[in-house]
């Protein structure tokens, strides 16, 4: 089954508004004639309306880095899906790592938010990944069953139709580490399978699964010519727009 690969950039807390149209709608002129892969980038809360009405004309897309479960309400500082949809939003990046990490997200909230994403019409990315620990006491594929598991749990295929997986070796990730191809092709592999042995064959053939983890323009080629990775989800080379634009392009 064809996957149309998804380069997705992960800006976290960088860029002003300012900075971030600049940086927007010099990469849109550069995306213009792609049309085999899509491109999606994440700015912050307050530059993503910004962001979507500058690339408003262009093929690249727009996503949040995360959102709330609640549609309303006396939750101060957070944003729901509906606010983040009429913002312009398309995708919504849902359990990275480091929302893990520093702000306690469990697998049962990242549940929510996906059911909370899907609701309100937003493609989720839901990602997940090992730590170093986990990874050298061999625990890599019962931490990414429990990830994937619970944190779809309750949902039928039919529902996850825009689903994306992001697996993102938490070791990787602002390291300059990679995965090496043997490890990511054996990882990508799996989820494909658990998606399968979840949900169906169907599902299992159509869901885009992204590599993440120092993604950058020497390694972009070698990670995404391996059979079930889909793409990318970048998070530092993704701030640089000559850097980007070159991931983007790896199969050129």
């Not at 997705?8 to 892969?37: D, F, R, V």
């Not at 609640?70 to 480091?98: C, L, N, P, R, W």
């Amino acid at each position: 089954m064809s996957r149309k690969p998804l380069i997705a950039g992960n800006w976290k807390m960088y860029k002003t508004g300012p900075e971030a149209i600049q940086t927007a709608k010099k990469l849109a002129g550069l995306c213009s004639g792609i049309k085999e892969t899509e491109v999606m980038i994440a700015p912050t809360y307050l530059s993503l309306p910004l962001v979507a009405q500058a690339v408003e004309n262009s093929n690249l897309k727009t996503g949040a880095q995360n959102l709330y479960f609640e549609k309303q309400g006396a939750f101060t500082g957070e944003v729901s899906a509906d606010m983040i949809k009429a913002a312009g939003a398309e995708y919504v990046i849902i359990g990275h790592s480091e929302r893990r990490q520093y702000f306690g997200d469990t697998n049962e909230l990242v549940c929510k938010k996906i059911k909370a994403a899907i609701q309100s019409g937003l493609k989720p990315i839901l990602c997940i990944g090992e730590t170093k620990d986990q990874r050298d006491k061999e625990n890599t594929f019962f931490i990414l069953d429990k990830q994937v598991s619970d944190g779809l749990k309750g949902f039928g295929p039919e529902e996850l139709t825009d689903l994306v997986l992001a697996y993102e070796p938490v070791w990787a990730i602002g390291t300059g580490q990679t995965a090496n191809i043997d490890q990511v092709k054996e990882v990508h592999q799996y989820l494909r399978s658990l998606l399968e042995k979840l949900f169906s064959n169907a599902l299992a053939g159509k869901t885009r699964i992204l590599y993440g983890g120092s993604v950058k323009p020497e390694n972009a080629r070698d990670l995404m010519g391996i059979e079930d990775v889909d793409g990318a989800l970048v998070g530092g080379a993704s701030l640089d727009v000559d850097k980007f634009i070159n991931i983007i392009r790896y199969n050129e």
